[in-house]
């Protein structure tokens, strides 16, 4: 066999041949019956699938070879049933490419590309027959995957006990964290290891209108974390529908993180009836922290829109009678009475209280200021009646959603808004009560329709009822989609408040224009949000959408509008003015009182210019907890706006203007801290210059603590607009 050109051979039926060729068949077998592999587009990303001990399904996940999610298991405990979590064999694979670009409604970009690979496994439970679809699809950005539940004979209708994914890190990742809770999300952030999570929980947890933490490891999604090889990691859910609310639990010593799911009164965590499917499990990776907020995996992961006209959906610049109450300088109710029944109640008898900010002569100040600024609408809380014994009391009947109090005139409202162009904006507050605001609901959209109101401000404020359901449970996710649909029918936006963060959904429902879901500007009246704070929320609540964050407080003593409150914004005016780039909602509000910003027309007027819709999105700086810079293009404009927001420490922000067209100039408007600024001592100090701006421009730009700044880019149309103005080199 070594002589010169002999080749080795084995006849095809000879016994060596046959064991040879059934030893590969069984590899081959063992392959597909126990692993299957998928990559990203771009081949950084790798997903390898196999079933483990026991016949459980596991994935893991690496990116550019290093390791994000180690071998994680997959499945769900049922009540009183057999768990789908081990028992399989895989039954079936199938494989395909997606790549499309598609066009939001609104949006932080005028188009995006959907474009992944798709593994989807069928595994087959043995015992039971029953089958079930794990579908994986890898982005260049990230991994989606979510659990399918087709229709067959043995698996109709079932209950969730838990569901019982794992996301196994590969370290003691530094982590951006807010305790596990089942009915809010108005915590501050909390920077810490992995490992210190229990450590901190107890000072984590405080007070709030309603809460319910389940673990002293408990976290929530969306969860943003470094680790120290220098990968970005941010888990969360997409497509959140008819399920329950997905928290984290974390195993503190293994640094495995698993899924844990919001209950229903009586402690089940989903009632399903197949075909049906989970929301997708999302893991956005990559090694530069701007690609996580560029990212649009969560959106892509949702179904294109229902609806087939969108033109009355338009983004809003709004201000409001709202700041003035949260202050404590006014008063969302008419009376100071302690107990009211609205069916017995007479609001003409009553003794009014002198500090009712929702009056007819006081709103008509608000529609001038917004008419004089080019804003579009005024939003008015504490309108209707109800407002005396509103919370804490778990009232049924507690607002009934369209009689105003006797100073709020409805119809000469509407009559003067339309006059000067501006609308009004509708505010629901529940106080939680469900049920009552379900039978209100149509009456109180046909209000709207009847009086020019098109858009709605919903609070859930307080414990939920019915009692013992939960803000983030399986039956209130499936309220607030019935909301947004049934607004959609009388042609309504929604500003859901106290709500279930967002999943992506307002691709498919974009009349949902935005949510609160965390601890926003009202905090600041309320002890305080950290100076970190805006650092942060970018890479997580804002990964699954917009967020009503109320920026623009010029006035940042609390005490100047109401001598008993001792609080104050920690932030500087300019970095107020950045919030309208670096925290994205095509619903924005300029939140300060009008004669505040009477005193300070110059800054006001990047309020007045900064857009709501955008045709582009560009992460120029970002390191979660300590800055991000973007810049953004105004949509059907040729204009750019920037916004930098940094934490308590204060830095240089370094930027270049190398996202303009080349050949242009451009006008750039720089509202900055001053030299002395600083968000607790000197939040006023700022500066405003004009300058050239290029392609080849660069900026190095200082930023106090607590501090930030925004720029205008305004395209220049002729050299007279130039005229004695510097470029920016």
């Known amino acids: 066999f070594n002589r010169p050109n002999t080749r080795f051979f084995i006849h095809p039926q000879s016994n060596d041949m046959r064991r040879l060729f059934a030893s590969l068949v069984l590899v081959l077998l063992y392959i597909i019956s126990y692993s299957q592999d998928l990559q990203s587009p771009d081949k950084q990303l790798q997903l390898h699938f196999s079933l483990v001990e026991k016949g459980t399904p596991a994935y893991s996940l690496t990116y550019k070879g290093k390791d994000v999610l180690r071998t994680s298991k997959l499945g769900l405990q049922l009540v009183n049933d057999t768990s789908l979590l081990q028992g399989f064999v895989i039954s079936d694979t199938a494989r395909t490419s997606f790549d499309e670009t598609w066009k939001p409604v609104w949006g932080e970009v005028k188009e995006i590309r959907n474009h992944y690979n798709e593994l989807a496994v069928t595994v087959t439970q043995s015992s039971t027959q029953r089958f079930i679809v794990i579908r994986f699809r890898l982005f260049n950005d990230g991994l989606g995957f979510r659990y399918e539940f087709p229709a067959q004979k043995n698996l109709n209708y079932f209950i969730i006990k838990e569901e019982r994914t794992q996301f196994a890190l590969a370290g003691d990742h530094k982590a951006f964290w807010l305790p596990g809770d089942y009915d809010t999300q108005e915590y501050s952030t909390v920077t810490s290891n992995l490992s210190e999570v229990r450590g901190r929980m107890k000072a984590a947890v405080t007070p709030n209108a309603s809460q319910t933490t389940f673990s002293p490891t408990g976290v929530q999604t969306p969860l943003m974390m470094k680790s120290k090889d220098g990968l970005y990691i941010n888990i969360h859910e997409a497509a959140l529908v008819n399920y329950s609310c997905m928290s984290l639990n974390l195993d503190d010593k293994n640094f495995i993180l698993e899924s844990f799911l919001t209950p229903d009164a009586v402690g089940n965590k989903g009632f399903m009836q197949t075909p049906c499917q989970s929301p997708w499990r999302t893991v956005i990776v990559s090694d530069r922290a701007g690609d996580i907020l560029e990212s649009r995996l969560v959106l892509n992961l949702n179904e294109p829109t229902k609806y087939q006209n969108t033109s009355w959906i338009k983004p809003i610049k709004y201000i409001g009678v709202w700041w003035e109450m949260i ?174 963060r967002p999943t992506g959904l307002h691709r498919t429902y974009p009349n949902l224009l935005a949510n609160e879901a965390a601890r926003g500007t009202e905090y600041e009246s309320f002890g305080g949000n950290n100076p970190d704070h805006t650092t942060i929320l970018p890479f997580t609540r804002l990964i699954g959408g917009p967020m009503d964050y109320t920026p623009g407080i010029f006035e940042t003593k609390i005490s100047k509008y109401n001598p008993a409150n001792t609080s104050y914004v920690h932030s500087t005016l300019a970095r107020q003015l950045a919030l309208y780039v670096t925290m994205y909602s095509p619903l924005q509000m300029a939140a300060d009182l009008p004669e505040t910003y009477n005193k300070f027309l110059d800054a006001f007027r990047f309020i007045e210019d900064v857009a709501v819709d955008w045709d582009d999105t560009k992460a120029l700086e970002a390191e979660p907890g300590d800055y991000i810079t973007l810049a953004r293009k105004a949509k059907g404009t040729n204009n750019w706006f920037i916004g930098s927001t940094c934490d308590e420490n204060g830095r240089v922000s370094n930027i270049k203007f190398d996202f303009l067209d080349a050949g242009k100039k451009y006008i750039a408007t720089i509202y900055s801290d001053g030299e002395k600024a600083h968000y607790d001592t000197n939040p006023q100090d700022y500066v405003i210059r004009k300058v050239i701006v290029t392609n080849k421009s660069k900026l190095a730009q200082h930023c106090a603590p607590g501090g930030g700044y925004a720029i205008s880019v305004i395209e220049a149309k002729t050299a007279d607009e130039t005229k004695g103005l510097k470029t920016l080199k």
Not at 348 to 376: C, L, M, R
Not at 381 to 409: A, I, L, Q
Not at 454 to 464: E, H
């Open 327 to 500: 202050t404590g300088k006014s008063t969302w109710s008419y009376t100071n009475l302690e107990n009211i029944q609205l069916d017995k109640i007479d609001y003409s008898k009553t003794q009014p209280n002198g500090t009712h900010a929702a009056n007819t002569k006081h709103v008509k100040e608000y529609i001038d200021f917004a008419a004089q600024h080019g804003f579009d609408a005024v939003l008015v809380e504490g309108w209707n009646v109800g407002w005396e014994d509103w919370f804490g009391k778990m009232k049924d009947y507690v607002f009934d959603f369209v009689t105003p109090y006797p100073d709020f005139d409805v119809k000469e409202l509407h009559r003067y808004a339309a006059s000067k162009n501006v609308r009004i904006i509708m505010h629901h507050e529940t106080s939680s009560s469900v049920r009552n605001y379900e039978r209100h609901m149509d009456t109180a959209y046909k209000f709207m329709v009847e009086n020019g109101y098109n858009a709605v401000k919903s609070g859930y404020v307080g414990n939920i009822l019915p009692d013992g359901e939960h803000h983030y449970g399986q039956w209130m996710v499936n309220h607030y989609l019935y909301a947004i649909q049934k607004a959609a029918d009388y042609k309504i936006m929604v500003n859901a408040h106290e709500a279930i």
